[in-house]
């Protein structure tokens, strides 16, 4: 395909391009033309604008900057032509992704074009998810009736695990979403190694002194045994690296 090059640097923190600004907001607008037929006679009012519509824009692009991880795609001669956004970072652990083509892209580009930037859009997404956030799963959200994303998002691995509905603000309508799930390939090749003979997980677990802090919440978190171990008595676990689940999963481990 044709050279398109990533930041793939953090936008966090910094001044999102003025073009994209611009081609985001000229977007997001025609989406309230469309849709916001009952207040199409506000729209000549003073200020409504920048009043009603410019500074929620200006509100969301902020926390793009400060709340999220943003990639751009660009290529020399056409510019900015996408980003990804990277939502409710927990660094280890999950995030939330989504990718947005600026229209002048999305409107000029051919079908096989359109489909080979959005393919690397979301290849590099999840090089960048694994190996610089260190994620240990991504989730995606996707209107029911977005075929190609849901189709992208399947090809790269997805999985569908539930949906949801939200009423649109403007339009008052409600959209039924997909929700989907991608958990790094590196961890499911740890569980998979954890698999027993009646196709149960055994996970490993290493014990440490009462005054170290517990980590809740990992999936990788041990088990005890509740009802034969009286409670002053059990152990606290702490996380388990990468490198000891794998350890563990290959047999390598010392045996004691």
């Not at 729209?43 to 509100?59: G, K, T």
């Not at 339009?171 to 698999?195: A, C, H, K, Q, W």
């Amino acid at each position: 395909m044709d050279p398109t090059t990533w930041i793939a640097s953090s936008l966090k923190g910094k001044q999102l391009p003025a073009n994209l600004q611009e081609k985001y907001f000229k977007d997001r607008y025609d989406l309230l033309a469309k849709y916001a037929d009952h207040i199409v006679d506000m729209l000549s009012e003073p200020n409504f604008i920048d009043d009603m519509f410019r500074i929620p824009v200006a509100d969301y692009l902020k926390y793009l900057v400060l709340s999220c991880e943003t990639l751009l795609v660009q290529d020399d001669q056409e510019g900015v032509m996408g980003a990804a956004v990277f939502s409710d970072v927990l660094p280890g652990r999950h995030a939330e992704f989504g990718g947005y083509i600026v229209p002048a892209f999305r409107e000029g580009a051919s079908i096989p074009r359109l489909r080979a930037v959005r393919k690397a859009m979301h290849e590099d997404v999840l090089d960048y998810a694994w190996n610089d956030l260190k994620l240990v799963k991504l989730t995606s959200r996707v209107a029911k009736i977005n075929k190609s994303a849901i189709r992208l998002l399947e090809n790269l691995g997805f999985r569908r695990v539930g949906e949801l509905r939200y009423e649109m603000q403007l339009s008052g309508s409600l959209v039924d979403m997909f929700l989907y799930e991608l958990i790094n390939p590196t961890y499911t090749e740890i569980l998979n190694g954890f698999r027993t003979k009646n196709n149960r997980t055994k996970l490993p677990a290493v014990a440490v002194q009462h005054d170290e802090p517990v980590k809740s919440g990992h999936q990788f978190a041990s088990r005890i045994d509740t009802e034969r171990t009286p409670s002053d008595e059990r152990p606290r676990y702490r996380q388990v690296s990468v490198e000891e689940q794998l350890a563990f999963a290959d047999g390598s481990e010392d045996d004691e």
